[in-house]
């Protein structure tokens, strides 16, 4: 599985307008509905807040990587979304997050959400590539940098 197998155009945003965790959120699961990935944004956007309130998934460094398995998931999909501003995500380490990465995965998805995630945590934890991410200018741009860590 690679990482673009999963992130679409329509999934990603360059500049979230959201400034709160709660719209965050909201808005990536728009996105994911928009898209045509989720059937329900009520049902998936309570599994996301369901999986939050266990721990947050701001995992620090200026990353959030939201997640949840849901039987509303239509296809594994990946949202990718940018605060220029920051939001307070309730990160482990206190500081405003930046990036976002969203993980939908059917309720049989197996063990999908966790490789995801493990791709993920290696190329975010190179500030290189972090920064490429926030400097993209384009979807295009942003695709091209994930395939080329992968």
């Known amino acids: 599985m690679k990482i673009t197998d999963l992130l679409i155009k329509d999934t990603m945003n360059l500049s979230l307008s959201s400034s709160?965790?709660?719209?965050?959120?909201?808005?990536?699961?728009?996105?994911?509905?928009?898209?045509?990935r989720i059937k329900d944004i009520k049902k998936f956007r309570k599994a996301i807040i369901a999986r939050e309130e266990q721990v947050s998934t701001g995992v620090g460094g200026g990353v959030a990587i939201p997640h949840a398995k849901s039987k509303t998931v239509l296809e594994p999909t990946l949202v990718f979304g940018i605060s220029e501003k920051g939001i307070d995500y309730?990160?482990?380490d206190g500081e405003l997050s930046t990036i976002f990465f969203m993980?939908?995965?059917?309720?049989?998805?197996?063990?999908?959400?966790?490789?995801a995630l493990s791709k993920l945590a290696?190329?975010?934890?190179?500030?290189?590539?972090?920064?490429?991410?926030?400097?993209?200018?384009t979807k295009d741009e942003v695709l091209a940098?994930?395939?080329?860590?992968q």
């Open 90 to 92: 309730k990160s482990l």
């Open 103 to 115: 993980i939908a995965v059917p309720e049989k998805g197996n063990d999908l959400h966790l490789k």
């Open 20 to 36: 709160t965790k709660t719209e965050v959120i909201d808005e990536l699961v728009t996105m994911l509905y928009d898209a045509g």
């Open 145 to 149: 940098l994930i395939d080329s860590k």
């Open 122 to 137: 290696r190329m975010l934890i190179h500030e290189d590539f972090k920064q490429g991410l926030l400097d993209a200018k």
